[in-house]
């Protein structure tokens, strides 16, 4: 693939689909939604090439694996985007100067967004989805491990787009198995406006390091929960196993239990008869695992380390980390978060406004699952990604987060006085 020419023509459908109006694209995204429940057989079929072709062991296999009510699910996200209000062309504000000109701040779409994901073959129509709904047009590169569902979603969107006579150049699928084209496509500065990783820690590492284009940083999650000494314990059991358990996969997923000392036991009582259901591996400081030992399966208990903390696991694994004071807890966390999605457990009001209003994070919770992190679960549709950076966005990234605005300024004629 000559990337670059790739690369022209995508730039040039980007400056055509910016002009579509709500009513055609809406149109696209409905005709996308019925041809995905329809096309249902072929893409699990191309769903089941991919996953036979996965190592022993991997640990992404959730992610990766579609259904019929998944593939319903990711129609049916379709149809909500079409339900969210087009931010394109709203006027953010107007203002007229003392000289004669009259401004208006006018929201539009970035231009070319390019995504790098891995696994999940749903990102590819909610990208699609909300890159289009703002009129971007979107590159996407996922995973090689999903390369035929992908191929097969991309195939599908390009008819839809060529049926309502859109280039299809407006969404261009990479070659997942060629690496090469990563970074080409990192570097291409004057044609694509902004990349965004959705991924492991190690894949946005990469991105931040090489690329030459704004990048919003997306997907690593390195979430907290909190139980300080005035929880109830009861809620604490059920926020942490829903946190652990629910999709120990994604992102917004509980990595490290911090613990109170003075609550500890009591807590573990309730909560570990929970765990051990779920088959969680629990990776224990000394305290905790002085605990823990006596009453925990031993194949399911590990004495941490330092690498277990400020660590995203993925997977049915949770640190445990037991501190003597609320302030060494938050200190604890402030130290470790990844920006993503914090939580603290407390009947204390005064505790809970403080920890919510220093907590350095996208999204800051008290007596709550993080596992709400979702651009649909916050009232945003689909989402392209939980940006944890400050700029432009932060947290689940809906319609908006893909859109910047220009200047419009008129006048009868004003100059600028010397």
């Not at 590169?141 to 280039?167: M, P, V």
């Not at 060494?328 to 130290?335: L, N, V």
Request: hydrophobic residues 40%.
């Amino acid at each position: 693939m000559n990337l670059t020419k790739q690369l022209v023509k995508t730039k040039q459908a980007s400056r055509i689909i910016a002009g579509l109006t709500t009513q055609q694209k809406n149109l696209v995204l409905k005709k996308l939604s019925l041809v995905l429940v329809q096309n249902t057989t072929l893409i699990l079929r191309a769903n089941k090439k991919d996953i036979s072709n996965l190592p022993v062991g991997y640990t992404m296999l959730d992610r990766l694996t579609l259904t019929e009510s998944r593939i319903k699910s990711m129609a049916d996200g379709l149809i909500n985007v079409i339900k969210l209000p087009d931010p394109i062309g709203e006027i953010l504000e107007t203002r007229t100067m003392p000289s004669r000109i009259y401004i208006k701040r006018q929201r539009v779409p970035l231009g070319v967004v390019a995504v790098i994901y891995e696994a999940r073959p749903n990102v590819t129509i909610e990208v699609f989805s909300l890159c289009f709904k703002t009129g971007n047009a979107v590159i996407l590169k996922g995973g090689h491990d999903a390369f035929y569902t992908n191929q097969t979603l991309i195939r599908i969107i390009h008819k839809i787009l060529k049926s309502e006579k859109i280039s299809p150049s407006c969404a261009l699928m990479l070659d997942s198995s060629d690496r090469s084209l990563t970074t080409q496509l990192l570097q291409a500065h004057s044609l694509v406006d902004v990349i965004i990783p959705r991924g492991s820690n190690r894949l946005i590492q990469y991105v931040r390091a090489t690329a030459t284009i704004p990048v919003i940083e997306t997907g690593a999650g390195v979430c907290h929960t909190f139980v300080e000494r005035s929880a109830d314990i009861k809620i604490a059991s059920r926020v942490i196993v829903n946190a652990k358990t629910r999709r120990p996969s994604v992102c917004n997923t509980l990595d490290c239990l911090v613990v109170e000392q003075v609550i500890s036991k009591k807590l573990y009582a309730v909560l570990l008869p929970k765990l051990i259901q779920h088959q969680v591996l629990i990776k224990a400081d000394q305290f905790s695992f002085n605990i823990l030992k006596k009453i925990y399966p031993k194949n399911l208990l590990e004495l941490s380390d330092n690498s277990d903390y400020g660590k995203e696991f993925l997977a049915l694994t949770l640190s445990i980390k037991t501190v003597p004071s609320f302030q060494t807890g938050f200190d604890f966390i402030q130290k470790y978060t990844s920006g993503h999605s914090e939580a603290l457990i407390t009947q204390n009001k005064i505790k809970a406004k403080q920890f919510q209003e220093k907590v350095d994070a996208a999204a800051v919770y008290v007596n709550t699952s993080t596992a709400f992190t979702d651009g649909a679960e916050f009232g945003l549709g689909a989402e392209i990604g939980i940006s944890t950076q400050k700029l432009h966005a932060r947290g689940p990234m809906g319609l908006v987060a893909l859109t910047t605005y220009k200047w419009l300024v008129n006048s009868a004629g004003a100059i600028r006085q010397p």
